[in-house]
């Protein structure tokens, strides 16, 4: 019985998600094999071989392979995923992207946001926004998961020394090409690969006071900005601040939460988070319900004495 773990990289390192997945695949048993598939991705090879647990690196290499396309990282995994038992993605956007390919082309059924392994062929994953865990059972020949990076803890990234073998790379899907895209630069850490995220929510009341409430409490904490979906909806906010069920799952270290009144929907997307800090003016806000330290107070006033007195 061999893992697969479908490695998500930049071609020159490996990111974080791809760590989680590792536990994730060595709680399965066996062997845990890392594809890396990219272009001219020498050096994320290289970083996977060196995360501990993995016994084997496969590197396939081509320029259908630089930017993920999904058609044909699927192609490249399909090629290879009768050696394996189970095959595993980071539940990320590219994962998400990806592993459905992958089980509709193999004709298996893909267990989706995977937080627990019981055992080789059960697992755990969260249902209704999280309010519910159902332990989900596989009786397939090739089991096809993401995992919810936030209910594994990360591989160590050094340590390792497996060997990397080259593949042949899958011809390119026609009909499936890369035009461009789009990258925001940010100051500050990745939301979802951040320890302290700071998130506003309605309670803000506008743009502007994102900029001058929330983000010198970010600056003083080296922390990412986050927004609940209200503040995202109602133009607070980007989209890509969005933490929840339809926005993004974090599990940092400290999560602020700054006038969020904490509906279900964000609570499933950030009460995996080690410490939650909850601040405010409603003693019925349900996020009080999840938050290790509440503070009952108007953000306006409670936010810059915090920034004061760090």
Known sequence: MTTLVIAEHDNASIKGATLNTVTAAAA????????????????????????????????????????????????????????????????????????????????????SDATKVVSADTFERPIYAGNAIATVQSGDAIKVITV?????????????????????AVPATAGANYLGNEIAKLDRPELTAAKVIVS????????????????????????????????????YAPNDWQVGQTGKIVAPQ?????????????LAGMKDSKVIVAINKDPEAPIFSVADYGLEADLFTAVPELVSKL
């Open 148 to 168: 919810r990076t936030t209910g594994f803890d990360p591989a160590a990234a050094g340590g390792g020394s497996a060997p990397v073998e080259s593949l042949a």
């Open 200 to 235: 506003g929510g309605r309670a803000l009341g506008a743009a502007d006071k994102f900029t001058d409430v929330l983000t010198p409490l970010a600056d003083k904490l080296g922390a990412a900005l986050g927004a609940s979906r209200a503040a995202v909806d109602a133009g």
């Open 254 to 266: 400290l999560y602020i939460a700054c006038g969020i009144s904490g509906a279900i929907q964000h």
């Open 28 to 111: 399965c048993g066996g062997e845990v094999h890392v594809l890396v598939a990219g272009a001219n991705a020498s050096g994320a090879a290289q970083a996977a071989a060196k995360i501990a647990g993995v016994a084997k690196v496969l590197h396939a290499d081509a320029p259908g392979l630089e930017h993920g396309l999904a058609e044909n990282v699927a192609a490249q995994v399909l090629a290879v995923a009768k050696s394996y038992s189970h095959i595993l993605f980071p539940a990320t956007a590219s994962g998400k992207n990806v592993a459905p390919r992958v089980a509709a082309l193999l004709d298996v059924a893909q267990i």
